[in-house]
């Protein structure tokens, strides 16, 4: 019988061929061997595997390992997510941010809401909110939609669409109210024209490519020169 | 003289910490790199610690050397050479370069502790817990040791990139 060390090591040989291919082999190991076993191998991944692994997925196409994903992989996965957008890029207008955004929001919404479970979602949302740019996050994902100041100002009364922004707030307000509250007073704090928008967008992006820019450190001085002594 | 035991085990407990602590060998150098540039940015502030305790110096200069010839320098370990004459030893047989980033606290150790300097050098490069990121020679570079030796640092090395 293959041992759930062979296994994971199989889903890192896929791993090196992209998503899609980990995914195919997720998908083996599930119906060779049931989710107990998914899971086991799932939680032995490291952060940049899952970040990998779920690079391409959103809510209408969540990965298989999404719902066995640990709430510290989730939030070392969220540590580097900066890691895959263009440092060089200027935020001068909201089209520049939204990209990022969708991807913000394609990778927090199946984390926290892909499987229905109010008691994961509560516990991916702790972890979240307690990272210094978790709340900042939830709310990027918000910012400069359609009707978000009325959805922040009313909460609980707006319609929402599900696997969306939307959903991600709701959740949040029903299962960590205490986060919401910090997440509507960033809101509130925004400036409400579009510079203070850009201002908050510029400023997470920034913020977050520093927090992945320290998994990179030892690439950079691997690069660095030597000389004579 | 090389290391005292106790130097050479807590070395590689502040090393080790770094990796253990790490969800990856790659994040935990890089946490080590980090920590590594701000002691070499204090150097001269830490050479009294660096004075009880040549690990400092080891983890100081952590990924900052590149044995050009390591069984030169494992001789000099072996003999139990003195360190200024092992240093100048190293000099002359051109065994040894540091990182340019390092290069200032190379000088500042040389002056001041020369002891500790010959101890960061075999605490990094002839120490298990070390060779993860001692960098490759690149294949144009002049004077390669091809001995066994240094082919299992580079391996090392590889394996940590």
């Given at each position: 019988m293959t041992m759930p060390t062979d296994k994971t090591l199989a889903v890192r040989a896929a791993l090196e061929n992209g998503g899609s291919a980990a995914e195919t082999q997720l998908a083996l190991l599930a119906g060779e061997a049931g989710d107990s076993q998914l899971q086991i191998v799932v939680e032995k991944l490291t952060a940049a595997e899952i970040n990998v692994l779920v690079a391409?997925?959103?809510?209408s196409k969540p990965s298989m390992a999404h719902a066995f994903i640990t709430p510290d992989q989730f939030l070392e996965a969220f540590d580097r997510l900066g890691a895959r957008w263009s440092q060089s890029d200027e935020i001068k207008s909201t089209a520049d941010y939204t990209e990022i955004q969708s991807d913000v929001e394609d990778f927090l919404c199946p984390m926290i809401l892909s499987t229905g479970e109010s008691v994961r979602a509560k516990k991916m949302l702790e972890k979240l909110l307690g990272h210094p740019l978790g709340a900042e996050a939830i709310l990027f994902t918000a910012?400069?939609?359609?009707?978000y100041l009325e959805f922040l100002a009313a909460p609980g009364t707006q319609a929402i669409t599900r696997g969306t922004w939307q959903e991600l707030l709701q959740v949040t307000l029903e299962v960590q109210p205490s986060g919401y509250a910090e997440i509507a007073g960033l809101a509130r704090a925004i400036h409400e024209d579009e510079d203070g928008l850009l201002s908050f967008a510029a400023g997470f992006i920034h913020a977050m490519h520093e927090e992945a820019r320290k998994y990179h450190a030892a690439v950079e001085t691997a690069e660095e020169d030597f000389v004579d002594i | 003289m090389i290391p005292s035991n106790a130097a050479i085990a807590e070395y590689e407990e502040q090393v080790t910490s770094f990796l253990r602590r790490a969800s990856s060998k790659a994040e935990g150098v890089a946490a080590l790199n980090q920590h590594s540039n701000a002691l070499l940015k204090d150097l001269r502030a830490l050479l009294p610690a660096i004075k009880e305790s040549p690990a400092y110096a080891g983890v100081a200069f952590y990924g900052r050397f590149q044995a050009v010839n390591l069984s030169l320098i494992k001789k000099l370990a072996a003999d139990n050479v003195a360190a200024v004459a092992a240093l100048e030893a190293i000099r002359t047989g051109k065994a040894l370069r540091v990182a340019a980033s390092a290069k200032v606290g190379w000088d500042l150790l040389f002056k001041e502790n020369p002891g500790a300097l010959w101890a960061a050098i075999y605490l990094n490069l002839c120490v298990k817990a070390a060779s993860v990121r001692v960098a490759a020679v690149r294949?144009?570079?002049?004077?390669?040791d091809e001995d066994q030796d240094n082919d299992d640092q580079l391996e090392d090395d590889d394996d940590a990139n």
């Open positions: 391409d997925a959103d809510m910012i400069g939609r359609k009707d | 294949e144009d570079d002049d004077e390669v």
